[in-house]
């Protein structure tokens, strides 16, 4: 781990003092979760993540139509006009 070094405003400190009690685990953890969490939420798939979830998708869902691949534009045409 690195070490640093941060301000926080006595709101916030109290708070993740409170929280830590309540918790059973130290502040450095919640921040360190806290961080984790704002990472993910920000973070951009690369593109091999991209296309893992997209074959992940591929078979997962059916339609009666079985002329979708050579018709595809009119179909999403009449989805689109609902």
Known sequence: MVRTQIQLTTE????????????GVSMAELIRQSIDLYIAKRHEPTLAEKRRRALT??????????????????????????
């Open 57 to 82: 998708a591929v078979g997962a869902f059916t339609d009666e139509a079985t002329d979708l691949s050579e018709n595809h534009d009119t179909y999403f045409a009449e989805a689109a006009q609902q």
């Open 12 to 23: 916030q400190s109290d708070t993740l003092k409170r929280l830590s009690e309540a918790q």
